[in-house]
């Protein structure tokens, strides 16, 4: 499960508590969304279910990753300032 949810999202920044809470937070969103995004899509008999689904399941990932890139570089600028 750990190098599944590395490969969805990359490895977690653990330098900075923020970082590191921000990533595990938004893992815990992603597997929480798509068990309900899945059951409401088969309770409500969508028939293009699947497609929104697949959706999701691809997109937050890919998004995650960039932002969470942006916040490790922004966090790591940040505690290079506030060092000198």
Do not use: H
Not at 13 to 36: G, Q
């Amino acid at each position: 499960m750990k190098c599944y949810i590395q490969w969805l999202f990359g490895k977690p920044y653990k330098e900075d508590k923020m970082v590191y809470f921000f990533y595990r937070s938004a893992v815990v969103f992603y597997f929480i969304a798509t068990f309900l995004f899945l059951a409401l899509a088969i309770l409500a008999n969508i028939k293009e279910w699947w497609i929104a689904f697949f959706a999701g399941a691809i997109l937050f990932p890919l998004c995650f990753r960039i932002v969470n890139t942006i916040n490790i570089k922004l966090s790591k600028f940040a505690n290079r300032t506030t060092r000198r």
